[in-house]
């Protein structure tokens, strides 16, 4: 593995133009950022940190160039700066992709391409290793334990808990309670539940005219196909590179970078990378509480202990106070109650939306309120004028 993702690196570093990687503190970025500066001395690395202390993850960041010795430059900024940035953001994406992930994702890039052309990142990781949290619920879900048992047993506690993700111990009994309910469900259910962004979101209930079921469950079977009957957890990883990885991820990754003009280049996803760990079986990549284990023990040596001992964490933005902040005009449009009925929303489901996010208990609601804007101000943009 070790000697495979080094030479994958080395290819990547190759340009007649400035390049860097970027490097988020977390175990992926770390990795690709500790091998390309064996093989480049002038690395120069780059992430984001914000004003917010529970979102920011400067340290680490800074911990790991320190430790590799790269050029390192720390983009900080501010709900301002990423509220700024937002409408250029849905303008740059130009359809309805709703990944909250995309607006540090799109400042990033922006702000890199000032110093390099290309830059190396660590996407695929996770989907290739087994290094989310729903690979951890599966696999707790397939082997239970004490722990897990108590889990289940909570599912009345945690279900009258308030549930957010603006703390660590509301975000806490998000988790514990997303494992409660998803456990009792197929395994098929059980994925489109983990994957979604929204635990409370019922998409049906926000759209007028009823989907054609038959294409509904055609795609939700495309989604879903590798799990079914399935005994091997290397099919929840399957199920990733079909799904999570190409629609999202590399989506996001393409849309963000391309609209500055940098190029971002990714060696998990090498093809003799990705053959060869799906040679292997799951229990040597992932482990229950050891997302990536396969990573760790490969390049612990590279890296400072701080960053092996890490729990994954994603690429995340402080939303709620952005939505609540210097982005609140955007969630008042979505008061237009005959835009959103002409657009094909429920004005009472959007109105239910909208009070659970402003309640003490909003859960994962703000990801749904993001999701609504991004889809209105499309329709408006492409949709809305047209029929007005």
């Known amino acids: 593995m070790r000697d495979l993702l080094d030479d994958a690196v080395r290819l990547r570093l190759i340009?007649?133009?400035?390049?860097?990687?970027?490097?988020?503190?977390?175990?992926?970025?770390?990795?690709?950022?500790?091998?390309?500066?064996?093989?480049?001395?002038?690395?120069?690395?780059?992430?984001?940190?914000?004003?917010?202390?529970?979102?920011?993850?400067?340290?680490?960041?800074?911990?790991?160039?320190?430790?590799?010795?790269?050029?390192?430059?720390?983009?900080?900024?501010?709900?301002?700066?990423?509220?700024?940035?937002?409408?250029?953001?849905?303008?740059?994406?130009?359809?309805?992709?709703?990944?909250?992930?995309?607006?540090?994702?799109?400042?990033?890039?922006?702000?890199?391409?000032?110093?390099?052309?290309?830059?190396?990142?660590?996407?695929?990781?996770?989907?290739?290793?087994?290094?989310?949290?729903?690979?951890?619920?599966?696999?707790?879900?397939?082997?239970?334990?004490?722990a897990e048992r108590l889990v289940l047993l909570g599912a009345p506690l945690w279900s009258l808990l308030p549930?957010?993700?603006?703390?660590?111990?509301?975000?806490?009994?998000?988790?514990?309670?997303?494992?409660?309910?998803?456990?009792?469900?197929t395994a098929q259910d059980r994925y489109l539940a983990l994957a979604a962004w929204d635990d409370d979101l019922d998409a049906r209930a926000l759209i007028t005219a009823q989907s054609d079921e038959a294409e509904f469950f055609t795609r939700r079977s495309a989604m879903t196909n590798p799990l079914v009957g399935s005994t091997d957890l290397n099919d929840l990883l399957w199920a990733d590179m079909g799904t999570v990885l190409p629609d999202d991820m590399l989506h996001k990754v393409d849309l963000t970078s391309m609209a500055h003009a940098l190029e971002v280049r990714t060696p998990f996803l090498d093809r003799r990378v990705v053959e060869f760990a799906f040679s292997l079986p799951a229990e040597a990549k992932f482990k229950k509480g050891s997302g990536k284990d396969l990573l760790r023990s490969a390049f612990h040596d590279l890296l400072p202990p701080i960053t092996m001992a890490r729990a994954k964490r994603g690429f995340e933005v402080p939303l709620t106070p952005m939505l609540k902040g210097p982005m609140h005009h955007h969630v008042e449009a979505l008061s237009d109650l005959g835009a959103i009925h002409e657009a094909g929303l429920v004005p009472a489901e959007v109105q239910r939306v909208l009070s659970r996010f402003g309640s003490a208990d909003p859960g994962s609601s703000q990801a749904t309120v993001h999701a609504l804007i991004v889809y209105m101000t499309w329709w408006k943009a492409h949709i809305g004028q047209a029929t007005g």
């Open 15 to 146: 340009s007649d133009v400035p390049i860097g990687t970027f490097l988020s503190g977390g175990l992926d970025s770390s990795i690709v950022s500790a091998l390309a500066k064996r093989h480049k001395t002038d690395l120069r690395t780059f992430s984001i940190g914000y004003a917010d202390r529970y979102y920011d993850e400067t340290p680490f960041a800074e911990a790991v160039a320190r430790h590799i010795g790269s050029q390192h430059t720390t983009f900080r900024l501010t709900s301002d700066d990423l509220a700024g940035s937002y409408e250029s953001l849905l303008a740059a994406i130009d359809e309805p992709f709703a990944d909250q992930s995309a607006l540090p994702s799109y400042i990033l890039n922006q702000r890199t391409r000032s110093h390099v052309t290309v830059a190396l990142s660590g996407d695929g990781a996770d989907e290739v290793f087994g290094g989310y949290r729903k690979h951890q619920a599966e696999l707790r879900v397939r082997h239970p334990g004490l």
């Open 163 to 185: 549930k957010s993700r603006n703390n660590p111990i509301t975000d806490r009994i998000r988790q514990l309670d997303r494992f409660a309910r998803t456990a009792r469900l």
